[in-house]
């Protein structure tokens, strides 16, 4: 069998409806395969393909694909030339405009045809559809399913499934046909169109899946509108910046889209990480995009915080990483298997999913998340705290740490989390257990703030988290920074033997702002994280360029991640160092219009927009950085 090969998403156009997403070339077509590679194509519910081709042709051939617009949450427009038909000319043709809508469970198509041909116009529209209900495990690898057969219609409806999945095309005034091939079901409309009219056409297709782990979310989404109104004018000279406000707008759109709830509470909604790979939740991904939002909505984390917080660990288990009150990493519909990695279907292999579900709680208790709803989160709260001080650390050396113990699980399990992605500055990959530099941060502003928490509320137990994270960070002085005077820097990690992992990468910036630095190692990270080998002009490198394992498309060794840098960019303004923010802010709005507004998850760390080839696109924490750069802009505003 062929080496799995990941298809490529950087060309292609998503919109996502969650649990539903649609991913298709720039001419709105749809295949399962491209130059014998395999694709993400396809109408996706929860985590299988339903539909896996769309082509559309007129009077038997391919139109000329003209233009592809996105023109709302959920919504694309594809407009084309129709090929050579009697009387046309290139300036007199016939024109189709396609505008595909996705809710979720529905995808809509309206097919528009207008005429400048001087007289009527006879011509057949016809689509031609595919489905292999392939999961998506699959397709992540590049491979599919055999096509299914369809059934012949019934009352103008086709419905197809496998009995967990079930779908129906309608497609009103159309013939639907399954011959020759049964394979590919065609939608054929005969129409004349008048010269200068417009004739309308539609079809859809709605899909239930009684077996998806996910399902939509019900109440109220981002107020788009509303909140784009908030930094209007808002810009680094004092006046707005023009690249703000559509790079904002699109990204409020998308995190609308990847907004979603478990199977089992519909009414606690979440940011699913991203499209098509991570269209799910993920602790750690849906935390920190809840976090970026506390300004501009709070809600939104009231619902994450109770998600995560229903699927809190409730016994120790080697096979899913799950401890008692750890916050979980994954949640799928069964077993997910990648290359090496086989995970359960919930899953707990993850080191700072729990201090950050604390951090939330805290930052958006003081955001105004009422108190009703904090308080029947305390009991989630005092499970956290107590697996931060008593399961965290895997080697009863003071520092939260990790190591996969199933040899199957992610070998790393902080946010950098590919197997090569822990480096020292030769280059060499670091052996577990493996402390990460960040995650002290972050479990020390846990520990402070769920202790503020206990004693608002009147629980016991703050002393005892004070004095831990007191403790944590002399431990964290003496044992992780690396260099000399000015030089200084944090270390990315601690090996399993203790040994200062040295290069210099991002996630030492994560510890602005987390109280675990005093104001001296505040200022030395806060320039060394701002230096021209991390800021690459469009973001900050995840590794620093002069790093023996840098590499600028490699996943975490050298790529911009917009969420890692908007986490900098707010731990400067947290500390009162908005200034020192300004290149990587200024970079992050230029990467926003190298990407037509849309960030994805990461790009190349060259300074030149470079996509990584399979990077998902919207994802969650990437649109939610742009209020981070907003609030930046905002700052700047203030202070003229």
Same mark, same amino acid.
């Given at each position: 069998m062929p080496q799995p090969v990941q298809p490529l998403l950087h060309q292609l156009v998503t919109l996502c409806a969650a649990p539903s997403q649609v991913l298709f070339a720039a001419d709105g077509s749809m295949m399962i395969e491209v130059d014998g590679r395999g694709t993400a194509h396809g109408l996706m519910h929860a985590d299988v393909r339903v539909l896996s081709g769309w082509?559309?042709?007129?009077?038997?051939?391919?139109?000329?694909? %003209?233009?592809?617009? %996105?023109?709302?949450?959920?919504?694309?427009?594809?407009?084309?030339?129709?090929?050579? &038909?009697?009387?046309?000319?290139? #300036?007199?043709? %016939?024109?189709?405009?396609?505008?595909?809508?996705? +809710?979720?469970?529905?995808?809509?198509?309206? %097919? &528009?045809?207008? +005429?400048?041909?001087?007289?009527?116009?006879?011509?057949?529209?016809?689509?031609?559809?595919?489905? #292999?209900?392939?999961?998506?495990?699959?397709?992540?690898i590049g491979r599919h399913r055999e096509a299914l057969a369809f059934e012949e219609a019934k009352s103008g409806t086709v419905t197809f499934g496998d009995g967990t999945v079930t779908a129906r095309i309608r497609a009103p005034n159309a013939d639907i046909s399954r011959l020759p091939d049964p394979t590919r079901l065609t939608l054929s409309w005969q129409v004349t169109v008048p010269a200068g009219e417009l004739i309308e056409l539609g079809w859809l297709v709605s899909v239930t899946d009684s077996g998806a782990a996910v399902g939509p979310a019900r109440g109220s989404g981002l107020a788009v509108e509303a909140i784009v109104g908030e930094f209007s004018g808002s810009g680094g000279a004092g006046e707005s910046d023009a690249r703000l406000e559509p790079w904002l707008r699109q990204s409020l759109h998308d995190l609308n889209g990847l907004r979603m709830s478990t199977a089992q509470a519909p009414d606690d909604a979440f940011f699913a990480a991203g499209s098509p790979w991570y269209f799910t939740l993920f602790g750690r991904d849906s935390l920190w995009t809840s976090r970026f939002l506390l300004p501009v909505d709070v809600a939104q984390a009231g619902g994450t915080l109770r998600a995560l917080g229903r699927l809190a660990g409730t016994t120790s288990e080697v096979a899913t990483a799950q401890d008692p009150g750890k916050i979980m990493h994954e949640l799928r519909r069964g077993t997910f298997t990648f290359n090496e990695i086989s995970l359960p279907p919930l899953y707990y292999g993850t080191i700072d999913a729990t201090p950050l579900w604390i951090c939330l709680l805290h930052d958006a208790w003081q955001a105004g998340l009422p108190e009703s709803e904090v308080i029947e989160l305390l009991p989630v709260l005092e499970g956290a705290l107590h697996w931060l001080v008593n399961h965290g650390d895997a080697d009863s050396d003071g520092f939260l740490e990790y190591i996969d113990a199933t040899g199957h699980g992610l070998a790393n399990q902080g946010w950098k989390d590919s197997g090569d992605s822990i480096r020292f500055a030769d280059g060499q990959i670091a052996e577990g257990p493996v402390a990460l530099c960040e995650v002290q941060g972050y479990a020390y502003e846990a520990a402070v703030g769920g202790a503020a928490l206990l004693d608002a509320f009147d629980r016991p137990g703050a002393a005892v988290y004070r004095d831990w994270a007191a403790t944590l960070a002399e431990r964290f002085r003496a044992a992780f920074w690396c260099g000399i005077g000015d030089e200084r820097y944090p270390a990315l990690a601690l090996d399993g033997a203790k040994r200062q992992v040295d290069s210099v990468t991002s996630n030492v910036g994560h510890l602005l702002g987390t109280g675990l630095l005093d104001a001296e190692e505040e200022d030395l990270v806060a320039r060394r994280v701002t230096a021209p080998d991390l800021d690459s002009g469009l973001g900050l490198r995840t590794m620093s360029s002069s790093a023996g394992g840098y590499n600028p498309l490699s996943y975490h060794c050298g790529t911009v991640w917009p969420h890692d840098t908007a986490i900098v960019i707010d731990g400067l303004l947290r500390t009162g160092r908005a200034d020192l923010a300004d290149g990587l802010a200024e970079g992050m709005l230029r990467a926003a219009l190298a990407f037509d507004w849309r960030l994805p998850e990461l790009w190349s760390g060259e300074g030149r927009p470079v996509p990584y080839p399979a990077a998902c696109r919207p994802q969650a924490w990437s649109a939610a950085s742009a209020v981070v750069v907003a609030r930046w802009a905002q700052a700047h505003t203030h202070q003229q």
């Amino acid at each position: 069998m062929p080496q799995p090969v990941q298809p490529l998403l950087h060309q292609l156009v998503t919109l996502c409806a969650a649990p539903s997403q649609v991913l298709f070339a720039a001419d709105g077509s749809m295949m399962i395969e491209v130059d014998g590679r395999g694709t993400a194509h396809g109408l996706m519910h929860a985590d299988v393909r339903v539909l896996s081709g769309w082509q559309l042709a007129i009077s038997g051939r391919r139109p000329a694909h %003209l233009a592809t617009a %996105l023109t709302g949450e959920g919504q694309a427009q594809f407009s084309y030339l129709a090929p050579e &038909l009697p009387g046309s000319t290139i #300036d007199r043709f %016939l024109r189709v405009d396609v505008t595909r809508e996705l +809710s979720p469970g529905l995808l809509a198509e309206t %097919l &528009l045809l207008t +005429s400048e041909i001087g007289e009527p116009v006879d011509v057949e529209v016809r689509i031609e559809l595919t489905s #292999d209900l392939t999961p998506m495990e699959l397709i992540r690898i590049g491979r599919h399913r055999e096509a299914l057969a369809f059934e012949e219609a019934k009352s103008g409806t086709v419905t197809f499934g496998d009995g967990t999945v079930t779908a129906r095309i309608r497609a009103p005034n159309a013939d639907i046909s399954r011959l020759p091939d049964p394979t590919r079901l065609t939608l054929s409309w005969q129409v004349t169109v008048p010269a200068g009219e417009l004739i309308e056409l539609g079809w859809l297709v709605s899909v239930t899946d009684s077996g998806a782990a996910v399902g939509p979310a019900r109440g109220s989404g981002l107020a788009v509108e509303a909140i784009v109104g908030e930094f209007s004018g808002s810009g680094g000279a004092g006046e707005s910046d023009a690249r703000l406000e559509p790079w904002l707008r699109q990204s409020l759109h998308d995190l609308n889209g990847l907004r979603m709830s478990t199977a089992q509470a519909p009414d606690d909604a979440f940011f699913a990480a991203g499209s098509p790979w991570y269209f799910t939740l993920f602790g750690r991904d849906s935390l920190w995009t809840s976090r970026f939002l506390l300004p501009v909505d709070v809600a939104q984390a009231g619902g994450t915080l109770r998600a995560l917080g229903r699927l809190a660990g409730t016994t120790s288990e080697v096979a899913t990483a799950q401890d008692p009150g750890k916050i979980m990493h994954e949640l799928r519909r069964g077993t997910f298997t990648f290359n090496e990695i086989s995970l359960p279907p919930l899953y707990y292999g993850t080191i700072d999913a729990t201090p950050l579900w604390i951090c939330l709680l805290h930052d958006a208790w003081q955001a105004g998340l009422p108190e009703s709803e904090v308080i029947e989160l305390l009991p989630v709260l005092e499970g956290a705290l107590h697996w931060l001080v008593n399961h965290g650390d895997a080697d009863s050396d003071g520092f939260l740490e990790y190591i996969d113990a199933t040899g199957h699980g992610l070998a790393n399990q902080g946010w950098k989390d590919s197997g090569d992605s822990i480096r020292f500055a030769d280059g060499q990959i670091a052996e577990g257990p493996v402390a990460l530099c960040e995650v002290q941060g972050y479990a020390y502003e846990a520990a402070v703030g769920g202790a503020a928490l206990l004693d608002a509320f009147d629980r016991p137990g703050a002393a005892v988290y004070r004095d831990w994270a007191a403790t944590l960070a002399e431990r964290f002085r003496a044992a992780f920074w690396c260099g000399i005077g000015d030089e200084r820097y944090p270390a990315l990690a601690l090996d399993g033997a203790k040994r200062q992992v040295d290069s210099v990468t991002s996630n030492v910036g994560h510890l602005l702002g987390t109280g675990l630095l005093d104001a001296e190692e505040e200022d030395l990270v806060a320039r060394r994280v701002t230096a021209p080998d991390l800021d690459s002009g469009l973001g900050l490198r995840t590794m620093s360029s002069s790093a023996g394992g840098y590499n600028p498309l490699s996943y975490h060794c050298g790529t911009v991640w917009p969420h890692d840098t908007a986490i900098v960019i707010d731990g400067l303004l947290r500390t009162g160092r908005a200034d020192l923010a300004d290149g990587l802010a200024e970079g992050m709005l230029r990467a926003a219009l190298a990407f037509d507004w849309r960030l994805p998850e990461l790009w190349s760390g060259e300074g030149r927009p470079v996509p990584y080839p399979a990077a998902c696109r919207p994802q969650a924490w990437s649109a939610a950085s742009a209020v981070v750069v907003a609030r930046w802009a905002q700052a700047h505003t203030h202070q003229q």
